[in-house]
């Protein structure tokens, strides 16, 4: 199981004096093993913050993560080297966050060579990661520059597997790539997860993926997550204004343009009061302004943050 509860934080300077600007705060979400869980939202949302809060590159102001009974809060690489080890992050440009100078091999077994103290045979290690990726041997030599962008996201796929982790956390595993090479991310994942039985943490603006992919769902606006449930009921029932936003820019009928969300995603300097989405919300209420709504239960294991949740639920359900 992993847990991880309330805020992390971003810093900025601003005119030489440091600030503090609270990217995510007042989440807590619990993924069993073995299963997928989806954090979905428009860029800016906070997703991208959480996922790497979760491994410690983002500090905690509090809260903390949990997995099967180690845990890690706060700064520091000291209370997350644990964590680390049970936890892997796939960036979402592999490719910049490789080493350029380093190869496959070297850049795969890394990890191992970092948390593992006995000895091991790097080039025997190496090739087992790239068979479990779909990878021939031949790759071992190769560098960052010399792959495509699906070799590199298995490469990528390979260097999280080197510890075994419990969790891996994806940040948008098929943006940039073809929609054939999209599909062979996801069933390689899909595969892997059926093979070794860790849980995933997919972040992803694509609902399509999110619905694909994933057991529970987590959207999340503004560093909150605004409607949380299994991701059948979710996108049969959404029951908020903001997912159901989200499904229709991204479920068009044929013939007819997305409708976009109106309005940018407000300023994390400059948060609405009452509910934060009311200034794009095409179904805000006077009451939305001034008021913060708390997370009802719309259904069993669903919940949305918003004044008229049940309601809402009851309509599409
Ligand atoms: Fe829209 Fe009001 Fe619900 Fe917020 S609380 S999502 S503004 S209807």
Redesign the pocket.
Known sequence: VVQYKAGSWLGAKVAGRPYRIDAVAGVSLELPAGKTYGLVGESGSGKTTLGRAIVGLVPLTSGIVRIDGADAQGYGDGPWRLIRRDVALIFQDPVAAMNPRMTVETLITEPLAIHRAERFDRRQEARQLLDMVGLPANFLDRYPHELSGGQARRIAVARALALRPKLIIADEPTAGLDVSVQGDILNLLSDLQDELGMSYLIITHNLAVARHVTDYVGIMYLGRL?ETGATADVFKAPS???TKALLAAHTAEPGHAAAPIRGEIPSLWHRPT?????SR?????P???TQT?QAAEVAPDHHA?????VA?HAAEA
Do not use: D, L, N
């Open positions: 605004v908020h204004p903001y009452g509910c934060e989405f009311h919300c095409p179904a805000a209420q009451i939305c302004s709504p943050s918003c004044h008229f949740a809402y």
